[in-house]
């Protein structure tokens, strides 16, 4: 826990503590979406056996940040139409 200042009354402690947790799974969650995409285009590109595949997970990471409310709903609206898009060329 890297805090500079932690605060004295006991509850803002915690909450701080809270936030940090909230801060990490909220990043890595993010994190594995953009991972999700980038997998998926890279496989487009490459003309592998494994687009669908790559496809459905990355719809799956987009539907989850959103509905954990990491994106807002019309990103990942624009997010999986772009990736269906990509899909059909």
Known sequence: MEVKSLP???SAIKRVVTNEKANAKNSSQLSAMRTAIKNFE???T???DNVEEL???AVSAV???KSK???KPN????????L????AK
């Open 69 to 71: 409310g990491l994106i």
């Open 63 to 65: 539907d989850k940040a």
């Open 42 to 44: 890279n496989a487009k």
């Open 46 to 48: 490459a003309n592998a």
């Open 75 to 82: 990103k990942a609206a624009r997010d999986k139409a772009r």
């Open 84 to 87: 269906t898009k990509r899909l």
């Open 55 to 57: 496809y459905r997970s």
């Open 8 to 10: 004295i009354i006991k």
